[in-house]
């Protein structure tokens, strides 16, 4: 059974940092493209950002370029956010996903990801 656990999020100050990771079982993890996604009150789920398998090939979405980081550790089958610079409109629940088709590909379409975390609340408070 594929599992994806998201670490606790949390309460944030505007420009304060926070980290999230998501650690997988039930699949080959370094097999997988990991993404995470985020769903504002109220709006549709969002891409955030996606990382390659080996790591080595990353995308963001606009709003977070140059203030998160996507990162993996297949050896500890886990994919990391760091989010500094912290934003109130920032404020989501975050999920990760892992996309099953074993494509090496990466991809940003929600649609393209088989696997989902619980989802973890970042608030962030101006």
């Known amino acids: 059974q594929v599992q994806l656990v998201e670490s606790e999020g949390g309460l944030v100050q505007a420009g304060g940092s926070l980290r999230l990771s998501c650690a997988a079982s039930?699949?080959?993890?370094?097999?997988?493209?990991m993404g995470w996604f985020r769903q504002a009150p109220g709006k549709e789920r969002k891409f955030v950002a996606v990382?390659?398998?080996?790591?080595?090939?990353?995308l963001y979405t606009e709003s977070v370029k140059g203030r998160f980081t996507i990162s993996r550790d297949n050896a500890k089958n886990t994919v990391y956010l760091q989010m500094n610079s912290l934003k109130p409109e920032d404020t989501a629940v975050y999920y990760c996903?892992?996309?099953?088709?074993?494509?090496?590909?990466?991809?940003?379409?929600?649609?393209?990801?088989?696997?989902w975390g619980q989802g973890t609340q970042v608030t962030v408070s101006s």
């Open positions: 039930g699949r080959t993890f370094s097999n997988d493209v």
């Open positions: 996903a892992a996309d099953g088709s074993l494509r090496s590909n990466i991809r940003v379409g929600i649609s393209f990801y088989d696997y």
């Open positions: 990382i390659s398998r080996s790591g080595i090939s990353t």
